[in-house]
């Protein structure tokens, strides 16, 4: 009889887990992936990326529609009205098809799906649905959940505080919206209820947006979004949040400190980050700690202190971003497989896909600059020829390359189409590409990624369009 009844066990079903799953089975390894919830896809397919994605999409259209975007290029459409119930069933059936889309590659490639939620026996066994189940390798692949602000209770059934889990289920469009927090959810789910009829107002602790982008991004991100109608409170802290008769009040001061001011808001969505998920694992039963930020430290090939167990995902260290925990899981199963699995966590691409996008790659100018002398060169998307076309004309691409050696550091990118434009940034970086390498190779013609040519042709000072 084999010692364990899996090679592999993987905690968790999210981008980190599944992924890892499907690969150690596509090894020859016998794997089992165990998740508390009743779907597959963890956070991102369920309550993340794609329904946050479906959203953009759907009122994207509808303020084409309704705003005079489509009118400008002649479609009129009269009378434009929104069906929110329609915008979300369309939502709910592309998270219905994506789940079930990894219910079925499981089980094409023999991977056993546990239900329910996993606690370490040991570190070589789980308790999962009341069975004990054991394993030569257990995976933690748990994510992360919202991060609580103090004092304030989230109601997501229906209720006026809601966290982006109630901010995606909303069922009628806000009269006032107010963002707690103005990072990456904070402004997608706000340009989602903005773009469908809500006044929106965003308060910020910071004195900039888009904490942990480029200086550039983040000053233009908050040009933009109040060009689009957004109240933006910088520098401003929220110290309470009082739910009273279908309404909220919140507590507003300064982030320096100063005169309190309240606001009325229909509903609140707190959106100040997420936090590993680590509750309820057993992490004492194997003698695991978490480093100072609850995250479980690995080594880079995503072993844990405690022999047999790695990790990987928004649990460990590096952006809570779908696609490095996909990356991590395919490396911690090539590791565990006796491969070599590898990760550049350096060549990250990032991505906010509000309109237009915000996305980067590397290092920020001012991170780079912290290293040593580097070239910048920017070219706005007003230069580029189809972005001029197309009326999407906001924004411009950064191109920050190393002085002496002219290797491309970092990519920034503000465009309608950013989050397409960055993975050619990305490619290049993990080449080990210069500035001159994307300068002198052709792009076509009229595309939005000409204008990353013509940043990299910037950093030489010869762009051609400007
Ligand atoms: P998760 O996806 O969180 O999956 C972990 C799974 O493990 C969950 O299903 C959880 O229920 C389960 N679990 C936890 N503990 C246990 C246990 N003990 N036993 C069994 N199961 C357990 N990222 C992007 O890259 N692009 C985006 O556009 C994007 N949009 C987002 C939008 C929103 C609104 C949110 C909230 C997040 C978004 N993200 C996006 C982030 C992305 O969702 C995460 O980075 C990604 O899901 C992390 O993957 P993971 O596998 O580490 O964890
Ligand atoms: P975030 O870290 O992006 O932004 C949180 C913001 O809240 C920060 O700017 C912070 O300064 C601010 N803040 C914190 N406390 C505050 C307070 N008391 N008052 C006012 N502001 C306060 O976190 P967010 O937006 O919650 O998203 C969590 C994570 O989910 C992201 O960091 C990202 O990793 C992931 N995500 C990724 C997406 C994408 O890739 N497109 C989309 C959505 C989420």
């Not at 689009?228 to 320096?256: H, R, S, Y």
């Not at 039963?285 to 090939?301: E, F, K």
């Not at 189809?386 to 002219?406: H, L, P, Q, S, W």
Request: charge should be negative; glycine fraction near 12%; charged fraction near 20%.
């Amino acid at each position: 009889m084999a010692e364990y009844d899996y090679d592999v066990l993987v905690i968790g079903a999210g981008p980190g887990g599944y992924v890892a799953a499907i690969r150690a089975a596509q090894l020859g390894l016998k794997t089992a992936c165990a998740d508390g919830r009743a779907t597959l896809g963890g956070t991102c397919l369920n309550v993340g990326c794609i329904p946050s994605k479906a959203l953009l999409h759907g009122s994207e259209l509808y303020d084409q529609a309704a705003n005079g975007t489509m009118a400008k290029f002649g479609v009129m459409a009269a009378g434009v009205t929104l069906d929110l119930d329609a915008m979300q069933a369309e939502k709910a059936l592309a998270v219905k098809e994506l789940t079930g889309g990894i219910e079925f590659l499981f089980k094409k490639n023999k991977v056993t799906w546990l239900k329910g939620h996993a606690t370490f026996a040991d570190a070589h066994a789980v308790d999962v649905a009341g069975a004990r189940v054991s394993a030569k390798h257990i995976v933690i692949a748990t994510g992360s959940s919202v991060t609580p602000l103090p004092g304030v209770t989230v109601d997501n059934d229906g209720g006026v505080i809601v966290d982006s889990t109630g901010a995606l289920a909303l069922t009628k469009v806000p009269g006032h919206l107010a963002v707690i927090g103005g990072g990456v959810i904070g402004l997608e789910l706000g340009s989602v209820w903005s773009r469908l009829g809500a006044k929106v107002t965003v308060v910020e602790y910071l004195d900039q947006l888009l904490p942990g982008m480029d200086g550039d991004v983040r000053k233009e991100a908050a040009k933009i979004f109040k060009k689009q109608g957004f109240d933006i409170k910088l520098g401003t802290k929220v110290t309470g949040v009082v739910a009273n008769d279908g309404m909220a009040t919140l507590t507003l001061e300064p982030a320096k400190g100063g005169t309190v001011e309240t606001l009325e808001a229909d509903v609140v969505l707190v959106a100040i980050g997420r936090r590993p998920n680590v509750d309820g694992l057993g992490l004492d039963a194997i003698g695991l700690t978490v480093n100072a930020r609850g995250q479980i430290d690995t080594d880079h090939d995503f072993r844990t202190a405690v022999d047999g167990v790695w990790a990987v995902g928004d649990v460990i260290p590096g952006p809570m971003l779908a696609h490095k925990a996909e990356d991590e899981g395919i490396a911690v199963a090539e590791n565990i497989a006796g491969l070599t699995g590898l990760v550049n966590h350096a060549v990250i691409p990032g991505v906010v896909y509000t309109a237009p996008e915000f996305a980067g790659v590397g290092l920020t100018e001012e991170a780079a600059k912290a290293l040593g002398e580097v070239k910048v060169g920017k070219f706005p998307m007003m230069a580029n020829s189809r972005a001029k076309t197309n009326r999407e004309t906001d924004g411009f691409v950064k191109v920050i390359a190393d002085a002496k050696t002219d290797r491309v550091l970092g990519v920034w990118i503000v465009a309608s189409l950013a989050g397409t434009m960055i993975a050619e940034a990305a490619l290049a970086m993990e080449l080990g590409a210069t500035s001159e390498d994307i300068a002198y190779t052709c792009h076509a013609h009229p595309t939005h990624a000409e204008a990353l040519k013509e940043a990299a042709m910037a950093v030489m000072g010869k762009p051609i369009h400007m």
